[in-house]
């Protein structure tokens, strides 16, 4: 775990390892890489990681600071994706269509939530919630693929008390 905003998790345990630094794209006092996060937390060079990542609209930056030989640790990636709403800005879109793009060469995403806290912008005929959650399994790890139509999933619930935000359609469809 890492958090400069805290300091320490908000619940103890023997297997966890906090740093007091938040994530990013450069390591200094007050930030650190994900791949010198990892070296940090003596992880073991062979084992399949998890990574649940929620750093408020940085995300993108840093999946495409992370090198491949870290990515393809990740067994199972769950991201929490802010600013979706600014996939029609140009700079957004880019930087946003690259992190996903070097995600889905070794991962597939296996589940889509919208965080209903934000909101959905429509435009241009599509609807895209403003921040979503994601769920990514490393390929060689999918046996079979199969597509889930309905929504929302019995799993899925609520972030707040706000109305619930189902999933457009156009983020599914059919294979």
């Given at each position: 775990?890492?958090?400069?905003?805290?300091?320490?998790?908000?619940?103890p345990?023997?297997r966890?390892?906090f740093?007091?630094?938040?994530?990013?794209?450069?390591?200094?006092?007050?930030f650190?890489?994900?791949?010198?996060?990892?070296n940090?937390?003596?992880?073991g060079?062979?084992?399949?990681?998890?990574?649940?990542?929620?750093?408020?609209?940085?995300?993108?930056?840093?999946?495409?600071?992370a090198?491949?030989?870290?990515?393809?640790?990740?067994?199972i990636?769950v991201?929490?994706c802010?600013?979706?709403?600014?996939?029609?800005?140009?700079?957004f879109?880019g930087?946003?269509r690259?992190?996903?793009?070097?995600?889905?060469?070794?991962?597939?995403?296996?589940?889509?939530?919208?965080?209903?806290s934000?909101?959905?912008l429509?435009?241009d005929?599509?609807?895209?919630?403003?921040?979503?959650e994601?769920?990514?399994?490393?390929?060689?790890r999918i046996?079979?693929?199969?597509?889930?139509?309905?929504?929302?999933?019995?799993?899925?619930?609520?972030?707040?008390?706000?109305?619930?935000?189902?999933l457009?359609?156009?983020?599914y469809?059919s294979?």
């Open positions: 775990m890492a958090d400069h905003s805290v300091d320490a998790p908000a619940e345990h023997e966890f390892h740093t007091k630094k938040y994530v990013g794209v450069t390591t200094n006092d007050e650190m890489t994900i791949d010198d996060w990892a940090d937390a003596h992880l060079h062979g084992s399949d990681l998890l990574l649940q990542i929620d750093i408020e609209g940085f995300e993108c930056e840093v999946f495409l600071s090198s491949d030989a870290l990515m393809r640790r990740f067994r990636i991201a929490e802010h600013w979706l709403d600014q996939l029609w800005n140009r700079p879109f930087l946003a690259r992190a996903f793009d070097k995600i889905l060469q070794t991962h597939a995403c296996v589940h889509i939530h919208p965080n209903n934000g909101g959905a429509t435009k005929g599509l609807e895209v919630p403003r921040t979503m994601f769920t990514f399994l490393r390929t060689d046996a079979h693929r199969s597509f889930q139509c309905t929504f929302p999933h019995p799993l899925d619930c609520d972030n707040t008390v706000q109305a619930t935000l189902p457009p359609t156009c983020w469809g294979p």
